[in-house]
């Protein structure tokens, strides 16, 4: 890992942005709360935050930190088929925030997709990026 010792602790927070594409039908069940496995929001919310907690263990090299805030959220497009999840994550400490956000909405969107899984084969998780940081050395960054 690298050595974080000397740097400042500092406020950090990473906003990520997920998305999953399927069937218009499909996205619809899930707004409607109508898909066999339940709450897919709601079970993608939790697990999102649960894997954000465990991302030192999860992703080699990287810093376990002790989060302040995770928070993820999802807002269902039933027309277009989408589902967009937004994961935040803050802390204060040395090192930055950005894979714990990127995490949770990784597992988040993997979570929907198995909850979705027997509806519609053709569900697919299209993107996962970075949308804002900030804090430490290298200030404020967002996504153009």
Same mark, same amino acid.
């Given at each position: 890992? #690298? ?7 500092? !406020?950090?927070?990473?906003?990520? @942005?997920?998305? #999953?594409?399927? %069937?218009?039908?499909? $996205?619809? @069940?899930?707004?409607?709360?109508? *898909?066999?496995? /339940?709450?897919?929001?709601? +079970?993608?919310? &939790?697990? %999102? ?15 376990? &930190?002790?989060?302040?805030? #995770?928070?993820?959220? %999802?807002?269902?497009? $039933? *027309? !277009? ?7 935040? $994550? ?5 090192? /930055? #925030? ?13 979570? +929907?997709?198995?909850?979705?899984? /027997? ?17 430490? @050395? ?7």
């Amino acid at each position: 890992m #690298v050595d974080v010792g000397a740097k400042p602790v500092t !406020a950090r927070t990473a906003v990520a @942005r997920a998305t #999953v594409r399927m %069937g218009a039908q499909t $996205a619809a @069940r899930v707004a409607a709360g109508d *898909a066999p496995k /339940g709450d897919v929001l709601g +079970v993608a919310r &939790i697990a %999102g935050i649960q894997a954000a907690k465990r991302t030192g263990e999860l992703i080699p090299l990287c810093h376990p &930190i002790g989060l302040d805030h #995770v928070e993820v959220d %999802g807002v269902i497009d $039933a *027309a !277009a088929g989408t589902i967009v999840l937004t994961g935040t $994550a803050s802390v204060t400490a040395r090192t /930055g #925030v950005e894979m714990e956000a990127m995490t949770a909405v990784s597992v988040a969107a993997l979570t +929907v997709y198995d909850m979705v899984k /027997g509806l519609d084969k053709g569900v697919e998780i299209t993107e996962v990026v970075l949308l804002e940081k900030s804090g430490g @050395r290298s200030g404020h960054w967002v996504r153009s």
